[in-house]
């Protein structure tokens, strides 16, 4: 039997894609229909904003261990968040979580490593683009990196909470992304992580100038990798 994967979710959008992409990437490796058992909670957004917009991770974390508790009543074996920015409290909610996580950055660091990237641009909220989310978790893997500047995260953190949670993808924020991601690439960036679990469903890899880094996927796919381990 798979393991039960619980996931703690924060948007709507974000965790909507990550339990689609487990429920059909799954059938690949287990046959027709099937993939792990799958719950998952969440708090509302605006719960989690008042204390991100303080800097207060210990309330982040309360709401997180919220939601794995609640996922472990229910028999999860382990828990993944399809959100970057909250990732900032995951050292305080593991030391007192019921079940084991996975980290959404270190998803994307391997397969980073994996591709042989040595500069990744950072996209995702203003929080996550200057929080310590990424560069800690890169700097284990011998990768550097950068972000975008300040006007443009700024205009990047407007279009991620005034669009892509709210489910709307324009052409025009599409392109937006791109000109950023093309001014990094200029910098010597060889490729760009989608840090905000929104922003895969508005870049296209087709399209975008560097070779895109999909966390929400990449989660996905750790989890369901989880799912079947022996451990």
Known sequence: MAKHVGIVACSAEGAALCY?????????????????????????LGEYMVPIRSGDWE????????????????????AICPDNTIHQAFDLVTARSPIPWLHIAEAVAEQA?????????????????????YPD??????????IPDEDDR????TIIFKELVNGIFREE??????QV?????????????????????????HTCPLPTLDSTRLLARAAIKEALSKN
């Open 20 to 44: 689609r992409t487990i429920c059909s990437e799954a059938p690949a490796l287990m046959g027709e229909h099937m993939h792990p058992e799958v719950s998952m909670h969440t708090h509302p």
């Open 59 to 78: 309330e982040v974390a309360k709401l997180m261990l919220s939601s794995a508790q609640k996922l472990s009543d229910i028999g999860a074996h382990f």
């Open 113 to 133: 490593k994996a591709h042989g990237f040595q500069n990744l641009s950072i996209t995702g909220t203003k929080y996550l683009m200057t929080g310590p989310v």
């Open 137 to 146: 978790v890169l700097k284990k893997f011998g990768i550097s990196h950068q």
């Open 154 to 157: 700024e205009k990047i953190d």
């Open 173 to 178: 924020s599409r392109m937006y992304f791109n």
């Open 181 to 205: 991601i093309q001014k990094l690439k200029g910098k010597g960036c060889d490729a760009v992580v989608l840090g905000c679990t929104e922003i895969p469903l508005l870049v296209d890899p």
